[in-house]
Nanobody, 126 residues
Framework: QAQLVESGGGLVQAGNSLRLSCTAS????????MAWFRQAPGKARDIVAA????????YLTASTKGRFSISRDNAKNTLSLQMNSLKPEDTAVYYC???????????????????WGQGTQVTVSS
């Protein structure tokens, strides 16, 4: 049974950094495209970043490009999200998600993803 577990969330001041991790089990990680989504209070869940199964291609939203980076270590079954220059508007619950896909394709729609983690809270104070 596939399981995704996020870690690394917390409370930080604006301008600081956090690194989120997502550890996968029960699936062949290197054959899954991955993504980070987030849901702020009272808002819909939105894409933050996505990466292909190979790690060759990645996507970041306009609001996070230049501040966030997504990476994966297929040998360690781990997906990461490095978040720098955090802003209060980055406050949200962050989720990792996985879908089977071999190759260089990433996916940005929630409906594309089959497996989801429970989420980790990120709170950025001003």
């Amino acid at each position: 049974q596939a399981q995704l577990v996020e870690s690394g969330g917390g409370l930080v001041q604006a301008g600081n950094s956090l690194r989120l991790s997502c550890t996968a089990s029960g699936l062949t990680f290197s054959t899954y495209a991955m993504a980070w989504f987030r849901q702020a209070p009272g808002k819909a869940r939105d894409i933050v970043a996505a990466i292909s199964s190979s790690g060759y291609n990645a996507y970041l939203t306009a609001s996070t490009k230049g501040r966030f980076s997504i990476s994966r270590d297929n040998a360690k079954n781990t997906l990461s999200l490095q978040m720098n220059s955090l802003k209060p508007e980055d406050t949200a619950v962050y989720y990792c998600a996985a879908r089977y896909s071999i190759g260089a394709t990433f996916y940005t729609a929630q409906s594309e993803y089959v497996h989801w983690g429970q989420g980790t809270q990120v709170t950025v104070s001003s």
